[in-house]
């Protein structure tokens, strides 16, 4: 097999009118790994063929329904080697359960599935078959989170001791799923979205940043949820106290009724020597304070700069990376992972970093968690390992 041709890449999901797709295929194609070759890229069968089209999708190729795709490709001499499932939560579970037993690897969006159950039930299938499963929290393929998390895994903070975390957006500060607006109905819709609104959507994002970069494990949580505006289903404001299993203490916030902001997410360590922070909005910019000493303002393109880092790193210094790069290197550190499969070899290190479907369960099992501290009044409940 010729490892380094692209990958011949599928999609679930992500037709006309749908954001996060266009995200995914320009991510897919930054580094050159990949090539968009099929799809079922809407559950309406019109809407599906409309958007292959616009794509340019072969017509045999431009599919009705997920299945009818994982079944064809999996007997095409050329079939797909990996599958983009950017669907509305409810279907990730099917599609990926498709495609896994189809023999096909997996780039997932988060939340993985909407219940634990099923969670754990593509961890099963996933490691039985032996496939690459990556789940797309992209906020871990910025450069500088990358470095932030070899910083504190290197000591370089000393025993880590608090960590903050927040995600206020404030989109959701009216009603605005009742006008029909697709990404707000569809998030909104317990349905579609599973039990969790503005927690599943960002909270997630926020509590797998925490642990990414911290090293550090949530094995408690004590929530309050809250949905403000009148007439919504879900929860559109999350506050939540942290235990982790290293004894460091910390709070999440996630909301999407707070005006003024729009992807303020923002990560603040503390540690015994020193102290971490890094925004999402400045994500080319780290700050780190050594304790009695001034703070240093780190760049990417900076001096210094550790071997995660310079891994995720495309552009010199002076041009801006950011949100569409940082999905780009979940995509490339994926390739990796399917290629080393299929040449029988060990993969680059530095591709492990990519989040996989455990990652994934584990976000899953948090979402639960905090609905059930929120439900018992905010009491301590415990994180599925």
């Known amino acids: 097999m010729n490892s380094r041709r692209r990958l011949r890449l599928g999609m679930v999901g992500g037709g006309e009118g749908a954001f996060i797709g266009a995200v995914h295929r320009i991510a897919a194609r930054i580094d050159d790994h990949y090539e968009l070759v099929a799809g079922a890229l809407a559950s309406e069968p019109e809407k599906a063929r409309r958007s292959g089209e616009a794509l340019g999708l072969a017509s045999d190729r431009n599919y009705e329904t997920y299945q009818e795709m994982a079944a064809a490709e999996s007997k095409r001499p050329d079939g797909i080697d990996v599958v983009s499932i950017v669907t509305p939560n409810h279907i990730h579970h099917d599609a990926a359960r498709c495609f896994l037993e189809a023999g096909i690897h997996v780039i997932c969006d988060k939340p993985l599935t909407t219940t634990v159950k099923r969670a754990q039930e593509l961890v099963t299938l996933a490691g039985k078959s032996g496939l690459v499963f990556a789940v797309t929290y992209n906020y871990s393929g910025y450069p500088m989170v990358r470095h932030a998390r070899e910083l504190i895994l290197g000591g370089e903070i000393g025993n880590v ?115 971490i922070e890094w ?107």
């Not at 940043?209 to 007439?231: I, N, P």
């Open 161 to 275: 001791r608090v960590i903050q975390v927040e995600y206020p957006q404030g989109w959701l500060t009216d009603l605005l799923e009742a006008s029909g607006q697709k990404q707000a109905a569809w998030r909104t819709d317990p349905q579609r979205s599973g039990p969790a609104g503005c927690l599943g959507d960002i909270g997630t994002h926020a509590f797998h940043l925490a642990e990414f970069a911290s090293g550090q494990r949530v094995a408690e949580v004590a929530a309050d949820l809250a949905t403000f505006v009148e007439g919504r289903l879900l929860d559109d404001n999350v506050n939540i106290l942290l235990r982790f299993a290293n004894g460091a203490k910390g709070m999440l916030w996630a909301s999407q009724v707070a005006p003024g902001n729009q992807n303020a997410l923002r990560l603040r360590v503390y540690g015994s020597k020193g102290g």
């Open 279 to 385: 925004s999402q909005e400045q994500p080319n910019d780290l700050a780190l304070t050594r304790h009695g000493a001034p703070t240093t303002q780190l760049t990417r393109s900076g001096a210094g700069i550790g071997a995660a880092g310079a891994h995720a790193t495309r552009l010199p210094g002076g041009h801006p990376e950011g949100y569409l790069e940082a999905y780009a290197q979940l995509y490339t550190d994926a390739a990796e992972l399917i290629r080393a499969k299929n040449d029988s070899r060990d993969p680059d290190p530095a591709a492990a970093l990519v989040p996989d479907v455990r990652d994934g369960a584990r976000g899953v099992g948090f979402v639960s968690s905090v609905l059930a501290s929120s439900s018992a009044n905010g009491a301590w409940t415990g994180v599925p390992a």
